[in-house]
Structure formats: C-alpha cells, structure tokens
C-alpha cells in the first residue's frame, strides 16, 4: 500500500493536533505547522512516531504574506528527500486564532489579522500546495459553527469563516477533474485555548454553552479529529463541497 502524507497547519496544540494523531492512527505520515512553540511540535512528532508514521514540523506564521509559501516549499523539499517526490494527499487548512470584539470597537488592525490569517493565508497556501497535491487527494478547511449562528463580538472572525466555506466549494468545482475532493468542519465551541481558553476556563461560559447543545456539554478537541480523518479515508471519497458541522448539536 502507497504511505500517504498529510500537510497540516497549526498542529502543535489543541484540534489540529489532534488531527494528525487520528490521521496518524490510520497510517498517514504527518507534516505540520505550528506558529512559535517549537517544545509542542516537538513534543506532536513524538507522539506521531510512536504510532509508527513519519513527523516532521516547519514554522508558518498565517500573518505573514511570505510565510506561507517559505512552508510549503519547506515541506515539499522534506518530501522530495524522503519519498523522491515532493507530492502528498491531504491538505488540512487548520491554523488560526480569535478576535473577541464588538463591531463597534474592533479595529482595522484586528480586522485585517482575521482576513490574513484565516482568509487570505488560507487562499494562497493552497494555491501554493495545488500543484503538489495528489490525484485524488483531499482538502479539509476549518470554519466554525459561528457561520450558522451569530454570537456578540465574534464578527470579523466569522465573516473569514465564511468566506473559507464559499472558498471551499470553488475549490471543489475547480479540481473536481483532479478528482481532488474539498470540504469543510465547522466545530462549534471547543474547550481549547483559542479565545484566550474561555471555552475551556470559563465555568460560566460553559454552562451556557452546554445549555445549548444538544449533547449537554462543551466540545473537546477529541471531538473533531475523527472527522477530518474521515474525510481523509476512502469511506470519503464521495463527499465533496460540503460543510459538515460538528458540535454536538449547539443550536439546533
């Protein structure tokens, strides 16, 4: 059987992480992403390796408009060293962080850091991975449960999610001759430390979040790995250009 290999932003830590060990788990060797923590990445490919798949982390900085191409080529030359070929399977746009503000006092700085990092860094690795992806490869996006629903101060962070879903869906018509598919999860709320850990560290927070899902509790980072390897195995293939949501049922 072919090794297959995933390319994975932001990894080190929380739900990406989790990605590549349940990717890991069912055979796939793991290139990451992680922003300034080279202890997590480190500590990330040990845990790959002693599932017996290959690990390798480059630094990627969503911010910056040269970072996502200095990853790439990072990973590709990896590969070329590797395997004789620079080629992977599975690209799995995860990286990013949180803005929490009103509309009335969110800034233009704060605005154009959620359009580079889970936007514009999102449109242009891609564009920089495609001509490495695989023959029937995979694209996995991360949105957020926050396209669905609107919660106070979380505006300009959802407006890039959404434009993520649209962008996915473009991605499925284009390459749907490549026989690439492309898809989206949309986590709900999830206890890890994005937004500062409130969904983890916010007793308050999370009674109201559990009070309004369906499964009676905020989301783990467990919750949402699974998914994205699903995505990524052969059970998958026939599902593209869509957003699966996967929040426990968080305002149905």
């Known amino acids: ?11 080190s830590r929380g739900l990406g992480r989790d990605m590549a060990l349940n990717l890991a788990k069912d055979g796939v ?6 922003h300034s923590n080279d202890k997590k990445a480190k500590e990330v490919i040990l845990e790959i390796e002693s599932v017996g798949q290959k690990a390798m982390a480059f630094p990627f900085d969503a911010n910056n408009d040269k970072s996502a191409q200095e990853f790439i080529i990072k990973a590709t030359d990896y ?3 590797e395997n004789g070929s620079a080629n992977f399977d599975f690209l799995i746009n995860n990286a990013g962080t949180g803005v929490f503000n009103l509309i009335s006092d969110t800034t233009e700085e704060q605005f154009n850091e959620m359009m580079n990092i ?3 860094s999102v449109y242009f690795l891609t564009q920089k991975a ?5 023959r029937g490869g995979r694209i996995i996006n ?3 449960g926050l396209t669905r629903f609107s919660l106070p101060g979380m505006s300009a962070y959802a407006m890039m999610k959404g434009g993520i879903e649209v962008f996915t869906r473009y991605l499925a018509k284009e390459l749907g001759e490549h026989k690439i598919t492309a898809n989206v999860i949309a986590p709900g709320a999830i206890a890890t430390d994005f937004a ?6 916010n007793e308050e927070k999370r009674a109201i979040i559990a009070n309004i899902t369906a499964l009676g509790r905020v989301g783990e980072a ?3 790995g699974g998914t994205v390897a699903f995505l990524c195995s052969d059970k998958a293939g026939w599902i593209n250009g869509q957003r699966i949501e996967v929040s426990g049922g968080m305002l149905v």
Do not use: C, W
């Not at 060797?29 to 992680?34: H, T």
């Not at 495609?130 to 695989?134: A, C, E, Q, S």
């Not at 500062?196 to 560290?201: F, L, P, V």
């Open 196 to 201: 500062e850990g409130s969904n983890r560290d």
């Open 142 to 144: 991360i949105s957020s």
């Open 222 to 224: 467990e919750d949402v």
């Open 79 to 81: 590969l070329e060293q």
């Open 29 to 34: 060797n793991i290139i990451f992403s992680y």
């Open 118 to 120: 889970h936007l514009k």
């Open 130 to 134: 495609l001509p490495y992806l695989n």
């Open 1 to 11: 059987m072919t090794q297959k290999t995933a390319i994975i932003t932001g990894a």
